[in-house]
Structure formats: structure tokens, C-alpha cells
């Protein structure tokens, strides 16, 4: 589904790589959180996956296609099978729920048809049909990224790309957000969310890949978000894990061992979906 | 569905910029009637070049008793001397390229003379002896007046050989370099106007980021982002075309066809299918100049 192989990204003027020799392999259907510090590559690696930046070495394919032949008058049509929702939500604030949905099938040429049906079936989907003729100012944080991810899944992506979507948003309503991410996850769609928030990756354990230093540094299935065990190597630059209370709260075990002892594995926390 | 899409991004889009559009229209309009003006001149020359060509004649003016010049030594031409010239003009070398001539004595000349400077004080002044005899040659073809010139000035008893189009050259030098300058302004004004629909699209381009940013995003395709643009540039240049045909055709109607023609009878001027023509043109330069502008504009907008 995406395949990484051995993918550097150098801007222009910067003196170390963003992303270095990177290679990963995402299936279809996965939950994929991105987690690593601020300027670790994240956005970079979304934005490859984009074709919004074309790597300085290396291969990206996406659904099969290598993007460097992707002509860039195809890039269009190559977005169309993927959804993207970012923190700061990203709505036109003149249009209504149902228009800021609808404006994303309409400009891709969708009949007025389709649109009748599809935007509120996915208002339904994120639980927005009550709203869909309110304006984003009249809407809480939260109900507005329920918004922004209709608008992204409303084309029934293969892949939909989440950079931080919790990032202004207080738990429970992040809680929520999730759910959301979760239902369209279980409907087929691959979804990778870059995220810092500690408490989602650790209670949803799925696949988590960490970049730091624009390095993959942990790939790891079930993971939590802080490394379970330090690389050799990196004892010296690591830093010093800080345990905060809301962390403490969140999960207890932040830094676990090893995960060579199967009970130590948490068990997938059902979050929300089964309920 | 679409179309309906693309209208009314461009009347969001025209409304919001109204006093970018306004002045894209304005300069448009003034460019484009400098370039009419400028297309009008040139019909003008060519209207008065093939008149005046046609009776275009050369003169061969002998010596008086008066005349230095030439080969003349204040005596008038001899009959003997006439004769050589008249017959010089039937020879065999020169008959085929004269389509007539015919001899101007003193006295018709002087009556020429009179009828043309009838309100002139000079005619008082002036006395049949003064006035040289001619010939006045018509050529088959015009241009050719060189050969008249080669083969019979210098003879004796020739003062001159005038071209009378040499006159008319001076004319058509003005009006042509009035035509240029004209073209010169409508040049620079275009540049104006191209610049102007650039920067008119970019910041139309500018108060609809959000909305660019993620048409982008969903996929909607390049061409579906940028006709919108593009067709905002063009009405405002349309509508400056509009004008300038409006001011073209206005110039040839009041002034040309309702003062010059009056003022100076005897002259044939540009008409009004000669304004209707010049019209296709200056929808077509404002129109591709527009697309032209707003299509890079977009286009290096939607790269950055």
C-alpha cells in the first residue's frame, strides 16, 4: 500500500537531512501512528506520501504507483484516493458543515446526485448529522475535526493521512476523534496519524513507527509511545524520559521493558469501537 | 453543475477585486484605443497612398530665362531642345513605362497656378515668364520614376525632374511615425495592462487560499483551479475591449466622418467598416493578453 525504500528528503539550505535512508512498508488497512518529536521528519514523510515533495534519493510508492512517474498533471487524480485532516482543521469558515463536505466532492466533479447521498452518509458516519447546517464557528474543536475527517473519508480514500488531528483538543474530545479514526480504519481504509500525544498511542496500541533525527528508530506492532527499549548507540544523545501526570495517569508503565515476555504485552484496548 | 461552479467563482472573484478589475479594464480600454487608433492610421495611409499614387505625376520643368539650376543659363529652353525631350519620351526605350505625357506651355501654367493660389496674394506676384514649361509624365507603374529621372535630367535645357510622390513621401512620414508612436504607447500600456491582470489574479488567488488549499488536497483537477482565473482576466479584459472598440468606432464617426470630411473634402478618409474591423483585433489582444497574464500568474501562484 505505501513502500518506502531507502528515502532521503534534503530541503534546500538545511544542513541535515529531514528524513535518511528511511524504508517501510505499510499494508492496507493498518493503523499506523507516527509519533517522534517536533522537526523528527513526520511531516516530511506525510508530505512524501503526498507527492506535495519528491524525494532527494530513493523510491515512494503509493497504491501501487511509484510517485516519481506519477506525471504531476495526474497528481490530482492520485489525491483523490487519499484523505488528509490536519490539526488546525482547515474548514471554510463562509460554507456550512454539509457545503465544507459537499465543496470537496463538487470540485473533483461529482454529480449533484452523489453528493445528495454521500456527505450525509459520512455526516452520519462522524456523527455530524444534526449539524450539518451550522457554520464552523458555531461548532466545538472537536465536532470542527469531526468535520475536517468527513470532509477527507466523504471520497471513501484508500489512505487517509491525520497529522496531528488531537493536537488542539482536550482528551476526551480527542477520545472522541479517535473513535472516528477507528470506525473509518475498520471500514477498510489505512489510516497514519502523526500524533505526540502519548496517552491515544498507548491506549490504542497499534502499529507505531518512531522517527527521530529523520531516522526510523523503532517500528514496532502493538507499541506504546515512548521507546520500550533504548538503541545501543543512542544511550548518550537519548533523552532522559520525563514522566509528567497526566502521562502517569494515562498509562502506567511509560517505559516498559522489553516486550519479550508476552503478558507484558498489553492487550488492544478496545477503545471505543466495540462498544 | 461544474459550469455553474466556475461562474460563480468568477463573480465571488470579480466582486471581491472590484477596483483591481476597474482599473484592468480602464488600461485595457485606453491600450487598446491606441492600438486602433494606431490600425485606423495605417488604413488612413494606405486609403490616401493608392489615391494619390495613381495621379501621382513626373514633372520635367525646363529652363527659363530666370532658372540657374540644372543645366540651365538664364535662357530659356530652345525649341530644338523641347523637341529632344519629347522625343526622348517616344523612344523605344522609354514609351513602354509612360502610360501618357503631355506639354504645359507658360500660359496654362500660369492658369494653373491662378486657380490654385486664387486666394493667395502671390498670384499678383507672379507673371507668366516666371513659370517654367513642363512636361508631365504618368507612368505605367508609379514606383518607376527613377528612369525618367536617369535618362532625361542633365539634358540641356531640363531644369528638373520632380516626382511629385516625393511630396506626398513627407506626408506619409508623419502619419507613420504618428502611427508608431502610437503603437509605442499601446506597447508600454499593454505591459501595464498584462502586469496589472498578473497582480489582479494573484491576490484574487490570495483571498481564496483556503479554498485553493484544499481543492489541491481533494484532487480537483489543475485545469477545474485555474479556468476561474483565468476567466476573471478575461472579462475584465473583454470589457476593456468593449470600450475601446466603443472609443475607436466614436473617433471615426464624430471626428474623421463628422469633421475632417467636412474640413478637408478632397481628401478620402477611413471608415466606419474600417473601425468594425479593426474591432476582432482588439478583442483578440485583450482577450490572449489577458489569458496569457492570468494563466502564469495562477499557474506560478498554485507552485509556490
Same mark, same amino acid.
Given at each position: 500500500?505505501?513502500?518506502?525504500? /531507502?528515502?532521503?528528503?534534503?530541503?534546500?539550505?538545511?544542513?541535515?537531512?529531514?528524513?535518511?535512508?528511511?524504508?517501510?512498508?505499510?499494508?492496507?488497512?493498518?493503523?499506523?501512528?507516527?509519533?517522534?518529536?517536533?522537526?523528527?521528519?513526520?511531516?516530511?514523510?506525510?508530505?512524501?506520501?503526498?507527492?506535495?515533495?519528491?524525494?532527494?534519493?530513493?523510491?515512494?510508492?503509493?497504491? +501501487?504507483?511509484?510517485?516519481?512517474?506519477?506525471?504531476?498533471?495526474?497528481?490530482?487524480?492520485?489525491?483523490?484516493?487519499?484523505?488528509?485532516?490536519?490539526?488546525?482543521?482547515?474548514?471554510?469558515?463562509?460554507?456550512?458543515?454539509?457545503?465544507?463536505?459537499?465543496?470537496?466532492?463538487?470540485?473533483?466533479?461529482?454529480?449533484?446526485?452523489?453528493?445528495?447521498?454521500?456527505?450525509?452518509?459520512?455526516?452520519?458516519?462522524? +456523527?455530524?448529522?444534526?449539524?450539518?447546517?451550522?457554520?464552523?464557528?458555531?461548532?466545538?474543536?472537536?465536532?470542527?475535526?469531526?468535520?475536517?475527517?468527513?470532509?477527507?473519508?466523504?471520497?471513501?480514500?484508500?489512505?487517509?493521512?491525520?497529522?496531528?488531528?488531537?493536537?488542539?483538543?482536550?482528551?476526551?474530545?480527542?477520545?472522541?476523534?479517535?473513535?472516528?479514526?477507528?470506525?473509518?480504519?475498520?471500514?477498510?481504509?489505512?489510516?497514519?496519524?502523526?500524533?505526540?500525544?502519548?496517552?491515544?498511542?498507548?491506549?490504542?496500541?497499534?502499529?507505531?513507527?518512531?522517527?527521530?533525527?529523520?531516522?526510523?528508530?523503532?517500528?514496532?506492532?502493538?507499541?506504546?509511545?515512548?521507546?520500550?527499549?533504548?538503541?545501543?548507540?543512542?544511550?548518550?544523545?537519548?533523552?532522559?524520559?520525563?514522566?509528567?501526570?497526566?502521562?502517569?495517569?494515562?498509562?502506567?508503565?511509560?517505559?516498559?521493558?522489553?516486550?519479550?515476555?508476552? /503478558?507484558?504485552?498489553?492487550?488492544?484496548?478496545?477503545?471505543?469501537?466495540?462498544? | 453543475?461544474?459550469?455553474?461552479?466556475?461562474?460563480?467563482?468568477?463573480?465571488?472573484?470579480?466582486?471581491?477585486?472590484?477596483?483591481?478589475?476597474?482599473?484592468?479594464?480602464?488600461?485595457?480600454?485606453?491600450?487598446?484605443?491606441?492600438?486602433?487608433?494606431?490600425?485606423?492610421?495605417?488604413?488612413?495611409?494606405?486609403?490616401?497612398?493608392?489615391?494619390?499614387?495613381?495621379?501621382?505625376?513626373?514633372?520635367?520643368?525646363?529652363?527659363?530665362?530666370?532658372?540657374?539650376?540644372?543645366?540651365?543659363?538664364?535662357?530659356?529652353?530652345?525649341?530644338?531642345?523641347?523637341?529632344?525631350?519629347?522625343?526622348?519620351?517616344?523612344?523605344?526605350?522609354?514609351?513602354?513605362?509612360?502610360?501618357?505625357?503631355?506639354?504645359?506651355?507658360?500660359?496654362?501654367?500660369?492658369?494653373?497656378?491662378?486657380?490654385?493660389?486664387?486666394?493667395?496674394?502671390?498670384?499678383?506676384?507672379?507673371?507668366? #515668364?516666371?513659370?517654367?514649361?513642363?512636361?508631365?509624365?504618368?507612368?505605367? /507603374?508609379?514606383?518607376?520614376?527613377?528612369?525618367?529621372?536617369?535618362?532625361?535630367?542633365?539634358?540641356?535645357?531640363?531644369?528638373?525632374?520632380?516626382?511629385?510622390?516625393?511630396?506626398? /513621401?513627407?506626408?506619409?512620414?508623419?502619419?507613420?511615425?504618428?502611427?508608431?508612436?502610437?503603437?509605442?504607447?499601446?506597447?508600454?500600456?499593454?505591459?501595464?495592462?498584462?502586469?496589472?491582470?498578473?497582480?489582479?489574479?494573484?491576490?484574487?488567488?490570495?483571498?481564496?487560499?483556503?479554498?485553493?488549499?484544499?481543492?489541491?488536497?481533494?484532487?480537483?483537477?489543475?485545469?477545474?483551479?485555474?479556468?476561474?482565473?483565468?476567466? #476573471?482576466?478575461?472579462?475584465?479584459?473583454?470589457?476593456?475591449?468593449?470600450?475601446?472598440?466603443?472609443?475607436?468606432?466614436?473617433?471615426?464617426?464624430?471626428?474623421?466622418?463628422?469633421?475632417?470630411?467636412?474640413?478637408?473634402?478632397?481628401?478620402?478618409?477611413?471608415?466606419?467598416?474600417?473601425?468594425?474591423?479593426?474591432?476582432?483585433?482588439?478583442?483578440?489582444?485583450?482577450?490572449?493578453?489577458?489569458?496569457?497574464?492570468?494563466?502564469?500568474?495562477?499557474?506560478?501562484?498554485?507552485?509556490?
Amino acid at each position: 500500500m505505501i513502500l518506502f525504500e /531507502d528515502v532521503s528528503k534534503m530541503y534546500r539550505g538545511a544542513p541535515k537531512p529531514a528524513l535518511s535512508n528511511v524504508s517501510v512498508d505499510i499494508g492496507a488497512g493498518e493503523f499506523v501512528f507516527l509519533v517522534g518529536a517536533s522537526g523528527s521528519g513526520k511531516s516530511s514523510f506525510l508530505r512524501l506520501i503526498l507527492k506535495e515533495e519528491r524525494p532527494s534519493a530513493g523510491n515512494v510508492h503509493v497504491l +501501487g504507483q511509484d510517485l516519481r512517474r506519477i506525471p504531476s498533471r495526474k497528481v490530482p487524480q492520485f489525491r483523490r484516493s487519499l484523505g488528509v485532516v490536519f490539526q488546525d482543521f482547515r474548514l471554510l469558515p463562509q460554507k456550512t458543515v454539509f457545503d465544507n463536505v459537499a465543496f470537496s466532492l463538487r470540485v473533483i466533479g461529482k454529480s449533484a446526485g452523489f453528493i445528495h447521498d454521500a456527505v450525509p452518509d459520512i455526516l452520519q458516519t462522524v +456523527g455530524l448529522a444534526a449539524k450539518a447546517k451550522n457554520y464552523p464557528h458555531e461548532l466545538s474543536g472537536g465536532e470542527q475535526q469531526r468535520v475536517a475527517i468527513a470532509r477527507a473519508a466523504v471520497n471513501k480514500p484508500a489512505i487517509m493521512l491525520a497529522d496531528e488531528p488531537t493536537g488542539n483538543l482536550d482528551p476526551a474530545t480527542s477520545a472522541g476523534i479517535m473513535n472516528v479514526l477507528s470506525r473509518i480504519n475498520a471500514s477498510g481504509t489505512t489510516v497514519i496519524m502523526a500524533t505526540h500525544d502519548s496517552g491515544i498511542v498507548n491506549q490504542m496500541q497499534r502499529r507505531v513507527i518512531e522517527i527521530a533525527g529523520g531516522r526510523i528508530v523503532r517500528d514496532e506492532h502493538q507499541g506504546g509511545y515512548e521507546t520500550s527499549a533504548i538503541p545501543l548507540g543512542e544511550m548518550d544523545t537519548a533523552p532522559i524520559p520525563v514522566i509528567t501526570e497526566e502521562m502517569a495517569l494515562a498509562d502506567p508503565t511509560p517505559i516498559r521493558p522489553a516486550p519479550s515476555d508476552p /503478558d507484558d504485552i498489553a492487550a488492544p484496548f478496545p477503545w471505543e469501537l466495540r462498544a | 453543475m461544474r459550469l455553474g461552479f466556475v461562474l460563480r467563482e468568477v463573480a465571488t472573484g470579480l466582486s471581491r477585486n472590484f477596483s483591481m478589475v476597474v482599473s484592468i479594464v480602464l488600461v485595457t480600454f485606453i491600450s487598446l484605443t491606441f492600438v486602433g487608433t494606431a490600425i485606423l492610421l495605417q488604413a488612413q495611409i494606405n486609403q490616401m497612398k493608392s489615391f494619390w499614387f495613381d495621379r501621382a505625376q513626373v514633372a520635367i520643368y525646363m529652363c527659363t530665362d530666370f532658372s540657374t539650376l540644372g543645366g540651365c543659363d538664364q535662357q530659356a529652353a530652345s525649341p530644338d531642345q523641347k523637341l529632344a525631350i519629347e522625343q526622348r519620351l517616344e523612344s523605344a526605350t522609354l514609351a513602354p513605362y509612360i502610360d501618357r505625357f503631355y506639354f504645359e506651355d507658360r500660359e496654362q501654367a500660369y492658369a494653373n497656378f491662378r486657380e490654385q493660389f486664387a486666394d493667395s496674394a502671390v498670384v499678383d506676384l507672379v507673371s507668366p #515668364e516666371l513659370l517654367p514649361e513642363t512636361f508631365w509624365v504618368n507612368l505605367v /507603374d508609379p514606383e518607376q520614376s527613377e528612369l525618367i529621372f536617369e535618362s532625361i535630367s542633365g539634358l540641356p535645357g531640363v531644369e528638373s525632374v520632380i516626382d511629385q510622390r516625393s511630396y506626398l /513621401d513627407q506626408i506619409f512620414a508623419l502619419l507613420n511615425a504618428g502611427s508608431l508612436t502610437a503603437v509605442a504607447v499601446a506597447a508600454l500600456m499593454l505591459v501595464a495592462a498584462a502586469l496589472l491582470i498578473a497582480t489582479t489574479i494573484r491576490l484574487s488567488a490570495f483571498s481564496r487560499r483556503r479554498e485553493l488549499a484544499i481543492m489541491r488536497l481533494v484532487g480537483a483537477s489543475n485545469r477545474f483551479i485555474q479556468t476561474p482565473f483565468v476567466l #476573471e482576466g478575461i472579462v475584465a479584459a473583454a470589457l476593456g475591449a468593449a470600450l475601446a472598440s466603443l472609443a475607436v468606432w466614436g473617433i471615426v464617426r464624430f471626428f474623421v466622418q463628422g469633421y475632417l470630411t467636412e474640413a478637408l473634402p478632397t481628401t478620402v478618409f477611413v471608415t466606419n467598416a474600417d473601425a468594425f474591423a479593426t474591432m476582432p483585433f482588439l478583442f483578440a489582444t485583450g482577450i490572449g493578453l489577458a489569458i496569457v497574464a492570468s494563466y502564469i500568474s495562477i499557474t506560478r501562484y498554485l507552485r509556490a
